[in-house]
């Protein structure tokens, strides 16, 4: 079989796995929604690596959400009002109910803002809250009262006039709450890189890999065309390998999205996709290359998804939908532990190898990439089941053959893929012990000096 007709076979067997049986269509559709955990890639961004291409000219604005992404994350955020709100498969309330739904980011500017402009789609302008209507009728020095903030200019020669509008907000704006928590104890959305201190030990180990050497030389002739493209001084050429690759085309499609100029030879369609592809396998080569590493990085996520539907299923949490605002990084963990995807199967798909019923996700998730579980209850068995999907298409789970798994099947597998010591697998006892001896050797070096002080005055 030629190269090419295996790639169709491929990508015809995933295309079908992708969408719905019409027995499963028709399940989903009489099911009872009960409750939505999303998880998203923030959108297109400036460049994060200032040594490629034309990134130093955008140093100032490095990692920063892009206009373009501000933009994608407010089309995504209308998407979902569209179907979860306005539709008939209407979910949450048309303004926004605290009750109902959770936001949570990682404590990036970039993550943060996509949230915001999510959000902003999701209850956009004319959702937000109004002034009582009792307050509304009240005098003006009543509402001035009432409505008006205490500051005081210190100039007395600026004066402003107070918002007339029944909208808090003026246009009806709805802020959401956003909640974060600092990157080296995020386990939840980082577990792979900075929620996991030894993280960076184990990444240094992949690159000293055997086989992060054998892919490097098997993908030698493609890595070595784009080093050409990008790099012009020769002597870099031969240290150029598959992380050299991912900076420097992280850079382009940053680049491509800002709709800055990108290298000619890059304009190649096929081309560009080969290298985002290898992009996406070095990710996982690094982060998520060995079972520890792909076991220990999912399991505070999943741990707390599981709850979250215990939650839901005990009538002890009021929430209908848990956002979750991220990197590139957290929507591979999830693949990975959803089994939809890994390094291995990558490396399958680039020498031809991969089987034509394999499910494997070959392609990057790309900025604004938005993966969900549904929590669902069957209306004939009120059984409970989970839907998983990325970028509004079911993807297949547990056995990669059905778009929906039954909830003990789910919590079963998902039991399969965690490890119960995460703390110490990543170094946080080690560190926390650690800690706790410096404060004790600080603190008996405390207790002497005042012993020493206090013998010297007697």
């Known amino acids: 079989m030629s190269n090419l007709l295996k790639t169709i076979v491929i990508l015809l067997a995933i295309t079908t796995a992708v969408y719905c049986t019409v027995d499963e269509y028709d399940r989903m559709k009489k099911s009872t929604l009960k409750l939505v955990v999303q998880i998203y890639r923030h959108g297109a961004r400036y460049p994060i690596y200032d040594k490629t291409y ?6 100032k604005m490095n990692g920063e959400l892009t206009p373009v992404g501000i933009r994608q994350q407010f089309e995504l955020g209308r998407k979902l009002r569209a179907e979860y709100i306005t539709s008939s498969r209407a979910f949450l309330s048309t303004s926004y109910n605290p009750q109902e739904l959770y936001v949570r980011s990682t404590d990036v500017t970039r993550t943060l803002m996509s949230a915001e402009s999510q959000l902003a789609g999701l209850y956009p302008y004319g959702t937000g809250p109004k002034i009582p209507t009792q307050v509304q009728g009240y005098s003006a020095d009543q509402k001035k009262q009432i409505l008006d903030a205490p500051y005081k200019f210190f100039d007395q020669s600026i004066s402003q006039d107070m918002t007339d509008d029944a909208n808090a907000i003026p246009n009806g704006y709805q802020p959401i709450p956003i909640h974060t928590i600092s990157q080296n104890q995020d386990k939840l959305l980082l577990g792979m890189s900075y929620g996991c201190p030894n993280s960076q030990k ?42 050299s690759l991912q900076q420097n085309m992280d850079t382009l499609i940053s680049d491509y999205f800002q709709g800055r100029d990108i290298p000619t030879e890059m304009k190649d369609k096929d081309f560009w996709e080969k290298i985002e592809q290898l992009l996406y396998l070095e990710i996982h080569l690094e982060l998520l290359k060995t079972k520890q590493q792909k076991q220990v990085s999912i399991t505070p996520f999943f741990n707390s998804l599981i709850g979250y539907f215990e939650k839901k299923l005990n009538n002890t949490a009021p929430y209908k939908w848990y956002m979750h605002s991220a990197h590139d990084t957290t929507t591979s963990m999830i693949l990975v532990g959803m089994n939809l995807t890994s390094w291995e199967c990558m490396e399958r798909y680039h020498t031809n190898q991969l089987q034509k ?90 207790f002497i000096s005042i012993s020493l002080l206090l013998l010297s005055l007697l």
């Open 202 to 243: 184990w990444t240094a180990q992949n690159k000293q890999s055997d086989e992060w050497k054998r892919i490097n030389k098997e993908l030698s002739d493609t890595i070595s065309k784009f080093a050409k493209i990008m790099i012009k001084d020769e002597t870099q050429l031969a240290s150029f390998d598959l992380t």
């Open 54 to 59: 034309d990134a130093a000219e955008q140093k």
């Open 357 to 446: 019923d394999e499910v494997c996700i070959y392609q990057p998730t790309t900025y604004a990439t938005n993966l969900m579980y549904e929590l669902r209850e069957d209306p004939d068995t009120h059984q409970n089941f989970v839907m998983f999907s990325m970028n509004g298409q079911y993807l297949p789970i547990c056995d990669q053959t059905s778009k929906y798994c039954d909830y003990e099947e789910f919590k079963r597998r998902i039991a399969q893929q965690v490890v119960p010591d995460f703390d110490q697998q990543c170094g946080f006892i080690e560190a926390k012990a650690a800690e706790v001896q410096q404060y004790t050797f600080s603190s008996s070096l405390t």
